[in-house]
């Protein structure tokens, strides 16, 4: 009972994304399962319920340090411990319990892992080329993708849910639907607004059954899911990079890193991702100072 207000409240009140509902959700279902000692049992039986007010400090102690026994990473663990943090907040607001039971629980020291970027000039000659994109329909779409990612910085979500509506050609912009619903406008370079021109008359002469209003769209014209995004940003920039990792979030990495190291102010750059405080955007100066490190150990003599 008490789970399903807190998912509604965040679903609907507070108006989180589905994929961050569905986080929560997967969390809370998981420590409550750990509570009744079924985490690890292959069973669709439902956890019993238990009061939150049964719920203490120590149990969820107990919580991290098993998942810590499996091998979890601090950040992965810091999450389940911020949605716990929020669960009980929510409580505590309703008055449902009268003492906040994460108080006196601390977070893990995480590593400051710098954002992983791609090297502009590889990505820009790709996108450039005119060899590794096919002129067809799927072609462009990828295109179109790996473009819309490295071009504007929008998040894997932001994309999927982008309308055909949303792009103002006459103004050069985007108007995309952001974190809590905030919506913010992009401006689009010249290359992307014909890259886009392009997409839309061939998917509109696919003639497609089914008339979805999503700008990206499968090969049979239903609303890109987020693994599609995965495999086609890991498929071409496997060509120009040996990284690990080569997520739709690399791209974005990329944009910010690369406006920055070409003298655009964080604020600016803020506003352009959607960031909802300026330390979230600071993170993106350690990449430049990292750069001019290089360069100076490359062409000073003393180095």
């Given amino acids: 009972m008490f789970l399903e207000r807190f998912i509604r409240y965040i679903q609907f009140e507070k108006r989180y994304s589905p994929h961050t509902v569905s986080a929560y959700q997967s969390d809370l279902d998981q420590f409550m399962r750990f509570l009744n000692g079924t ?80 090297e502009e000039e590889r990505l820009t000659q790709m996108l450039d080329s005119g060899e590794i994109f096919t002129n067809d329909f799927t072609g462009q779409r990828d295109k179109l993708v790996v473009e819309m990612l490295f071009g504007t910085g929008m998040r894997l979500a ?25 919506e913010r406008i992009i401006p689009v370079n010249t290359e992307l607004r014909i890259l886009l021109g392009n997409y839309l008359e061939l998917k509109k002469n696919q003639q497609f059954d089914n008339n979805s209003g999503a700008l990206i769209v499968t090969s049979k014209g239903a609303d890109a899911y987020p693994k599609l995004i995965y495999l086609i940003v ?66 000073h003599p003393k180095a």
Avoid: C
Avoid at 165 to 177: A, F, P, R
């Fill in 234 to 299: 890991q498929k071409y920039l496997s060509n120009i990079s040996t990284q690990q990792k080569k997520s739709p979030h690399v791209l974005r990495h990329t944009f910010a890193t690369t406006l920055l190291n070409n003298g655009a102010d964080l604020n600016s750059i803020k506003e352009l991702l959607g960031h909802a405080n300026l330390s979230a955007t600071q993170i993106y100066t350690h990449n430049s100072v990292e750069r001019l490190k290089s360069i100076y150990k490359q062409a």
């Fill in 39 to 118: 985490e690890n049992e292959a069973t669709a039986q439902e956890p019993a319920i238990i009061h939150p007010n049964q719920i203490s400090h120590h149990d969820i102690r107990n919580w991290m340090v098993d998942l810590m026994d499996q091998k979890l990473t601090a950040r992965s663990v810091n999450r389940k411990m911020a949605t716990l943090r929020k669960y009980f907040k929510f409580l505590l607001q309703e008055g449902v319990i009268t003492e906040n039971p994460t108080s006196k629980i601390r977070s893990q020291k995480t590593p400051k892992n710098l954002p992983v970027v791609v």
């Fill in 158 to 182: 932001e994309l999927l849910g982008l309308k055909d509506q949303d792009i103002n050609d006459y103004e050069g912009t985007l108007k995309v639907l952001g974190k809590r619903n905030k």
